[in-house]
C-alpha cells in the first residue's frame, strides 16, 4: 500500500485537523482535472512545469522534477493507475497540504447562497490552483501550479523518503552555516556506525551560523547499512529542501534532523514526521484499535526496559500480535528511543507517541509510522523487521454471540469465570500435543536418570525431541492436587503468553490417562534451588541477582499491563522463577493463575491458594486478590533475591523471626546494608541493593493501594534520578515483645504451599497449620 505524509509535528503541537482539506464539491474538481488529460498532456504539462521549477521554491522544484521522469517512465496502460494515484492524493490529503477555500466568483456568477463557486488550494500558504466552478462545470486556471499538489506521489510511489523542511530561514550558498553543516554531515556519518549504538548527534559552530544534527538508525539494521543510510540521507536533505536550515527527514531505515536551533539540550521529541498507510481495515475497527494499542503500549514498555539487554544499549524493541483474524493473522510493531535518553526519558517519550497515536490516524488506518528525534513507532500488518519479534501477544478472542440466558438465571459476566472454564480455549491448542511415544523416547521411558524433582503434582524429567529440543516435562501424578481445571488453566493461558521472561510451553499430552505439560528446560532449574543453597548462592554476584529482578518485574507487567490477557499469577515465590544457562528469569507455574476481563480489577474466593510467605494479608486473610497481590508477592521475593535468606514465620505468633520484620527494623536503623547476603562479595553496588530494598519494602505496604502497579516498579528500577517515597511499615511486621503496636495481634508468614477454604462470609479467619493441607510444589 502506498504511504502518505501527515503534518510536521512539535513536542507542543497537536495534530492537524483531518477534514480541513475536504469541502463540497472538491472530489468532482479533482476529477475534472484529472480526467481531462491523457498520458500525453500530463508529460507535456509536468515537462513544462519541471522547465519552470528554477523560478520556484528548491522543494517543490525538485519534487516537480522527480514527479516529471515518473510520468515519462509511465506506459499507456497504467494511465488509468497513474490517475488513480493522482486522485488519491488529491482526495486523501487530509494532512494539512492542500485546504480548500470557496472564496471567488466564477464567470461572474454566485451561488444561491450568495456565496461563491470557485475553489482555491492553498499549499502552505500559497496560490497552488484556482478552479473556476459554475453548476457543475469546471475551468481550469492554472494547471502547471495545481500539479504541485502532487508533490507527495513521489514518495507514494518509490517509497522514501519523506521530509519535513523546517520555516527556520535559508542559508546562502558557500556560508559558514553550510560549511558547518558538511562538517556535522561527515562526522555523523563517520561516527553512527561506531560503538554498536546506530546513533549519533553533535553540534558545529558558533550561533548564528550554529548546526545542531541527530541521526538514529533502525535497531534492527547493521552499521555498515546504518552508515550508507546516513550518508544519502545527509544529501537527500539537501535537495528536497536546498538550503533550508532547519530539516527533518524519514528514510525506512534512519531519520536525520538538522537545525539551527539547538534541539539536542532537551529530550522533547521534536520534529516528528508522521506517514500513514492509505490501506484500511474492515470489521471489528474497535478491537482492532484495541489490538494496535496494546501492541504499542507493549512494545514500547519492552524498548524502554530493553536498556542494558547488550552493550550497544539500544532502546529498541519489535513486537507481534498474533491470531488477529483470518485476514491479517498478524500485527507487528517496532518502538525505538534515541540511546541517549534514559530508560525513563524513553518510556515517557513513548508512551506520549502511543497517546497521541489514534488523535494522528485514523482508526482504520493499516499501517502508521511516527518518527521524530527521540523516539519512533510504526505498525503494520505484515512483518517489515529484519529481526525476531522480541514480544509476542495473543490478540483477545472474537467474542461470541451471547446466547439467551435460562429463564430466572442472569446471564454471565464475560471475563469474569476464567481461563480453565473455556472448553473451547482449551481445545484450540491442538497444535501444541504431543504423543505419549514421543515423550517416552524424550525421556527414556521417564528414566530415573531423567528426573529432575518431584512434589505432590507429581515429577519433573528431562528429556530431548527428535529435533534436538532440551523439554521439562510434568508429569502430574492421579493423586495431584493440580487437578483437571488448573491444568486447563495453566495450558490455555501459558500457550497464549509470549515473552521472554515467561516460560515457553512447547506440548501438552492427555493420552492414556496422561496428564503431561511440556516446556522449554532450564538449565539452571529454579532460583530457590541456588539462592537458598549455602554452597551455589555465591554463584548469584549482584549482577546476576539484578538481572533476575529486572526480568521478573518485566514478566509479571507483562501479565499485568502489556498483555491482551490481564493475569493474576498468585503464586509468584523464588521456586516458580526458572533459570536458563545465562540466569535470565522465567516465571512459570501459571495452574493457580486467574484471567481478569474488561476492566475487572479485583476478584474473591473462599479457596485460598497459594504459598504463605508471599501471600498479601488481604489475600491470605480475606481471599481478595488482585494484581497488587502479585506486587507483595514480587516485593518479598526481592528481599529474598538481596538477603538470600528465606522469609518465615507464621501467622498469629509473637515470634520475630519473619524476614519483613527483620529488614524493616534494620531499615529504621539505618543499618539495612548489613541485611545483604555475603555470598555476592564485597564488590556489590550499594547503591542499587539499597534502591532495590527500598523498591521490595514499597512492594510489600499492607494496603494493596499503597503499593505501586509493576509498570511503576519497572521505572523505579531501570532508573536510579527517580525518587522513591518513603515506605511505611510492611505487613506481617511483629515487633520485638509481641504487640503490633496498633492494639491488634501481630502477624507473620507460614513457609509452604497450602490450599485453604475461608468461611462464606468473606471474614478474616485465623488458620493454623492443621487447618490447610500442606504440600511441596517442586521444582517449578
Given at each position: 500500500m502506498p504511504w502518505l505524509p501527515l503534518a510536521q509535528h512539535s513536542s507542543s503541537s497537536s495534530a492537524a485537523a483531518a477534514g480541513d482539506a475536504h469541502t463540497i464539491g472538491e472530489q468532482n474538481a479533482v476529477d475534472a482535472v484529472v480526467d481531462g488529460f491523457g498520458l500525453g498532456k500530463l508529460q507535456g504539462i509536468l515537462g513544462s512545469a519541471a522547465g519552470?521549477?528554477?523560478?520556484?521554491?528548491?522543494?517543490?522544484?525538485?519534487?516537480?522534477?522527480?514527479l516529471e521522469k515518473l510520468a515519462r517512465e509511465v506506459e499507456k496502460s497504467n494511465l488509468l493507475v497513474l490517475k488513480q494515484e493522482i486522485r488519491k492524493v488529491l482526495h486523501e490529503s487530509r494532512h494539512g497540504i492542500c485546504i480548500i477555500v470557496w472564496k471567488k466568483k466564477a464567470h461572474g456568477t454566485e451561488d444561491e447562497n450568495g456565496g461563491t463557486s470557485c475553489g482555491k488550494l492553498v499549499w502552505k500558504g500559497r496560490l497552488a490552483l484556482c478552479c473556476a466552478m459554475c453548476r457543475g462545470s469546471v475551468l481550469l486556471l492554472r494547471v502547471h501550479a495545481a500539479l504541485l499538489l502532487l508533490a507527495a506521489l513521489?514518495?507514494?510511489?518509490?517509497?522514501?523518503?519523506?521530509?519535513?523542511?523546517?520555516?527556520?530561514g535559508n542559508y546562502t550558498a558557500n556560508s559558514t552555516y553550510q560549511a558547518n553543516l558538511k562538517q556535522l554531515a561527515a562526522a555523523l556519518h563517520k561516527n553512527v556506525s561506531s560503538g554498536g549504538r546506530l546513533f549519533a548527534s553533535g553540534a558545529v559552530g558558533a550561533v548564528p551560523d550554529a548546526v545542531y544534527a541527530l541521526a538514529l538508525c533502525r535497531g534492527d539494521i547493521n552499521a555498515s547499512a546504518c552508515a550508507d543510510c546516513v550518508g544519502t540521507i545527509f544529501q537527500d536533505a539537501q535537495q528536497l529542501c536546498p538550503y533550508g536550515k532547519e530539516v527533518s527527514i524519514v528514510y525506512d531505515s534512519c531519520y536525520l534532523r538538522f537545525s539551527n536551533l539547538d534541539f539536542l539540550s532537551s529530550a522533547d521529541n521534536s520534529g516528528v514526521v508522521d506517514l500513514y498507510n492509505t490501506g484500511t481495515v474492515s470489521g471489528d475497527v474497535g478491537r482492532y484499535d484495541r489490538a494496535v494499542t496494546g501492541l504499542l503500549?507493549?512494545?514500547?514498555?519492552?524498548?524502554?526496559?530493553?536498556?542494558?539487554?547488550?552493550?550497544?544499549?539500544?532502546?529498541?524493541?519489535?513486537?507481534?500480535?498474533?491470531?488477529f483474524d483470518a485476514q491479517f493473522p498478524k500485527i507487528y510493531a517496532m518502538a525505538q528511543c534515541?540511546?541517549?535518553?534514559?530508560?525513563?526519558?524513553?518510556?515517557?517519550?513513548?508512551?506520549?507517541?502511543?497517546?497521541?497515536?489514534?488523535?494522528?490516524?485514523?482508526?482504520?488506518?493499516?499501517?502508521?509510522?511516527?518518527?521524530?528525534?527521540?523516539?519512533?513507532?510504526?505498525?503494520?500488518?505484515?512483518?517489515?523487521?529484519?529481526?525476531?519479534?522480541?514480544?509476542?501477544?495473543?490478540?483477545?478472542?472474537?467474542?461470541?454471540?451471547?446466547?439467551?440466558?435460562?429463564?430466572?438465571?442472569?446471564p454471565a459476566v464475560p471475563g469474569t469465570t476464567g481461563a480453565a472454564s473455556r472448553s473451547e480455549d482449551f481445545e484450540s491448542i491442538e497444535s501444541l500435543i504431543l504423543d505419549l511415544s514421543t515423550l517416552r523416547i524424550a525421556t527414556d521411558n521417564f528414566s530415573e536418570n531423567n528426573k529432575l524433582g518431584e512434589g505432590g503434582f507429581g515429577v519433573v524429567y528431562k528429556g530431548s525431541l527428535p529435533h534436538g529440543e532440551e523439554i521439562a516435562v510434568k508429569r502430574l501424578s492421579q493423586s495431584s492436587v493440580q487437578g483437571i481445571g488448573e491444568l486447563k488453566n495453566e495450558l490455555v493461558l501459558v500457550a497464549k503468553l509470549q515473552h521472554k521472561n515467561?516460560?515457553?510451553?512447547?506440548?501438552?499430552?492427555?493420552?492414556?490417562?496422561?496428564?503431561?505439560?511440556?516446556?522449554?528446560?532450564?538449565?539452571?532449574?529454579?532460583?530457590?534451588?541456588?539462592?537458598?543453597?549455602?554452597?551455589?548462592?555465591?554463584?548469584?554476584?549482584?549482577?546476576?541477582?539484578?538481572?533476575?529482578?529486572?526480568?521478573?518485574?518485566?514478566?509479571?507487567?507483562?501479565?499485568?499491563?502489556?498483555?491482551?490477557?490481564?493475569i493474576v499469577h498468585r503464586d509468584l515465590k523464588a521456586s516458580n522463577v526458572l533459570l536458563d544457562s545465562d540466569y535470565n528469569p522465567k516465571i512459570s507455574d501459571f495452574g493457580l493463575a486467574r484471567l481478569f476481563g474488561g476492566d475487572q480489577t479485583q476478584d474473591v474466593t473462599n479457596r485460598v491458594v497459594g504459598t504463605y510467605g508471599y501471600m498479601a494479608p488481604e489475600y491470605a486473610m480475606r481471599g481478595h486478590y488482585s494484581v497488587k497481590s502479585d506486587v507483595f508477592s514480587f516485593g518479598v521475593l526481592v528481599l529474598e533475591i538481596v538477603t538470600g535468606r528465606r522469609n518465615s514465620g507464621s501467622y498469629y505468633s509473637e515470634q520475630s523471626g519473619d524476614l519483613l520484620s527483620i529488614i524493616w527494623e534494620h531499615w529504621t536503623m539505618g543499618t539495612i546494608m548489613e541485611m545483604v547476603d555475603r555470598s555476592m562479595g564485597e564488590r556489590?553496588?550499594?547503591?542499587?541493593?539499597?534502591?532495590?530494598?527500598?523498591?521490595?519494602?514499597?512492594?510489600?505496604?499492607?494496603?494493596?493501594?499503597?503499593?505501586?502497579?509493576m509498570s511503576a516498579v519497572n521505572v523505579m528500577l531501570s532508573s536510579g534520578t527517580v525518587s522513591l517515597k518513603a515506605p511505611s511499615r510492611p505487613a506481617f511486621y511483629i515487633r520485638k515483645g509481641g504487640g503490633d503496636g496498633d492494639g491488634g495481634?501481630?502477624?507473620?508468614?507460614?513457609?509452604?504451599?497450602?490450599?485453604?477454604?475461608?468461611?462464606?462470609?468473606?471474614?478474616?479467619?485465623?488458620?493454623?497449620?492443621?487447618?490447610?493441607?500442606?504440600?511441596e510444589l517442586e521444582p517449578r
Amino acid at each position: 500500500m502506498p504511504w502518505l505524509p501527515l503534518a510536521q509535528h512539535s513536542s507542543s503541537s497537536s495534530a492537524a485537523a483531518a477534514g480541513d482539506a475536504h469541502t463540497i464539491g472538491e472530489q468532482n474538481a479533482v476529477d475534472a482535472v484529472v480526467d481531462g488529460f491523457g498520458l500525453g498532456k500530463l508529460q507535456g504539462i509536468l515537462g513544462s512545469a519541471a522547465g519552470q521549477a528554477a523560478e520556484m521554491d528548491g522543494m517543490y522544484a525538485g519534487m516537480l522534477r522527480r514527479l516529471e521522469k515518473l510520468a515519462r517512465e509511465v506506459e499507456k496502460s497504467n494511465l488509468l493507475v497513474l490517475k488513480q494515484e493522482i486522485r488519491k492524493v488529491l482526495h486523501e490529503s487530509r494532512h494539512g497540504i492542500c485546504i480548500i477555500v470557496w472564496k471567488k466568483k466564477a464567470h461572474g456568477t454566485e451561488d444561491e447562497n450568495g456565496g461563491t463557486s470557485c475553489g482555491k488550494l492553498v499549499w502552505k500558504g500559497r496560490l497552488a490552483l484556482c478552479c473556476a466552478m459554475c453548476r457543475g462545470s469546471v475551468l481550469l486556471l492554472r494547471v502547471h501550479a495545481a500539479l504541485l499538489l502532487l508533490a507527495a506521489l513521489p514518495a507514494l510511489i518509490a517509497g522514501q523518503p519523506w521530509q519535513i523542511c523546517g520555516e527556520n530561514g535559508n542559508y546562502t550558498a558557500n556560508s559558514t552555516y553550510q560549511a558547518n553543516l558538511k562538517q556535522l554531515a561527515a562526522a555523523l556519518h563517520k561516527n553512527v556506525s561506531s560503538g554498536g549504538r546506530l546513533f549519533a548527534s553533535g553540534a558545529v559552530g558558533a550561533v548564528p551560523d550554529a548546526v545542531y544534527a541527530l541521526a538514529l538508525c533502525r535497531g534492527d539494521i547493521n552499521a555498515s547499512a546504518c552508515a550508507d543510510c546516513v550518508g544519502t540521507i545527509f544529501q537527500d536533505a539537501q535537495q528536497l529542501c536546498p538550503y533550508g536550515k532547519e530539516v527533518s527527514i524519514v528514510y525506512d531505515s534512519c531519520y536525520l534532523r538538522f537545525s539551527n536551533l539547538d534541539f539536542l539540550s532537551s529530550a522533547d521529541n521534536s520534529g516528528v514526521v508522521d506517514l500513514y498507510n492509505t490501506g484500511t481495515v474492515s470489521g471489528d475497527v474497535g478491537r482492532y484499535d484495541r489490538a494496535v494499542t496494546g501492541l504499542l503500549n507493549a512494545t514500547a514498555r519492552y524498548a524502554a526496559g530493553n536498556a542494558n539487554a547488550s552493550s550497544s544499549s539500544r532502546l529498541f524493541a519489535t513486537g507481534v500480535m498474533v491470531g488477529f483474524d483470518a485476514q491479517f493473522p498478524k500485527i507487528y510493531a517496532m518502538a525505538q528511543c534515541s540511546p541517549d535518553l534514559s530508560p525513563a526519558q524513553c518510556g515517557l517519550c513513548l508512551g506520549a507517541m502511543v497517546a497521541r497515536w489514534w488523535q494522528t490516524f485514523e482508526p482504520n488506518t493499516q499501517g502508521a509510522r511516527s518518527v521524530g528525534a527521540r523516539c519512533n513507532m510504526r505498525v503494520e500488518l505484515y512483518s517489515f523487521y529484519n529481526v525476531p519479534s522480541m514480544l509476542q501477544l495473543q490478540a483477545e478472542a472474537v467474542a461470541p454471540s451471547p446466547s439467551p440466558a435460562p429463564a430466572g438465571k442472569p446471564p454471565a459476566v464475560p471475563g469474569t469465570t476464567g481461563a480453565a472454564s473455556r472448553s473451547e480455549d482449551f481445545e484450540s491448542i491442538e497444535s501444541l500435543i504431543l504423543d505419549l511415544s514421543t515423550l517416552r523416547i524424550a525421556t527414556d521411558n521417564f528414566s530415573e536418570n531423567n528426573k529432575l524433582g518431584e512434589g505432590g503434582f507429581g515429577v519433573v524429567y528431562k528429556g530431548s525431541l527428535p529435533h534436538g529440543e532440551e523439554i521439562a516435562v510434568k508429569r502430574l501424578s492421579q493423586s495431584s492436587v493440580q487437578g483437571i481445571g488448573e491444568l486447563k488453566n495453566e495450558l490455555v493461558l501459558v500457550a497464549k503468553l509470549q515473552h521472554k521472561n515467561l516460560v515457553r510451553l512447547v506440548g501438552v499430552c492427555l493420552e492414556e490417562h496422561e496428564r503431561m505439560l511440556v516446556y522449554e528446560y532450564m538449565p539452571n532449574r529454579s532460583l530457590d534451588t541456588i539462592l537458598f543453597d549455602a554452597e551455589k548462592s555465591s554463584l548469584l554476584d549482584w549482577g546476576k541477582r539484578l538481572k533476575i529482578i529486572n526480568g521478573v518485574a518485566r514478566g509479571m507487567q507483562y501479565l499485568h499491563e502489556d498483555s491482551q490477557l490481564k493475569i493474576v499469577h498468585r503464586d509468584l515465590k523464588a521456586s516458580n522463577v526458572l533459570l536458563d544457562s545465562d540466569y535470565n528469569p522465567k516465571i512459570s507455574d501459571f495452574g493457580l493463575a486467574r484471567l481478569f476481563g474488561g476492566d475487572q480489577t479485583q476478584d474473591v474466593t473462599n479457596r485460598v491458594v497459594g504459598t504463605y510467605g508471599y501471600m498479601a494479608p488481604e489475600y491470605a486473610m480475606r481471599g481478595h486478590y488482585s494484581v497488587k497481590s502479585d506486587v507483595f508477592s514480587f516485593g518479598v521475593l526481592v528481599l529474598e533475591i538481596v538477603t538470600g535468606r528465606r522469609n518465615s514465620g507464621s501467622y498469629y505468633s509473637e515470634q520475630s523471626g519473619d524476614l519483613l520484620s527483620i529488614i524493616w527494623e534494620h531499615w529504621t536503623m539505618g543499618t539495612i546494608m548489613e541485611m545483604v547476603d555475603r555470598s555476592m562479595g564485597e564488590r556489590a553496588a550499594g547503591g542499587e541493593i539499597a534502591r532495590c530494598i527500598h523498591v521490595g519494602l514499597l512492594c510489600v505496604q499492607e494496603n494493596p493501594a499503597s503499593r505501586p502497579a509493576m509498570s511503576a516498579v519497572n521505572v523505579m528500577l531501570s532508573s536510579g534520578t527517580v525518587s522513591l517515597k518513603a515506605p511505611s511499615r510492611p505487613a506481617f511486621y511483629i515487633r520485638k515483645g509481641g504487640g503490633d503496636g496498633d492494639g491488634g495481634g501481630g502477624t507473620g508468614s507460614y513457609s509452604g504451599s497450602f490450599v485453604g477454604t475461608l468461611p462464606s462470609s468473606g471474614r478474616s479467619a485465623p488458620m493454623s497449620p492443621n487447618e490447610v493441607s500442606i504440600t511441596e510444589l517442586e521444582p517449578r
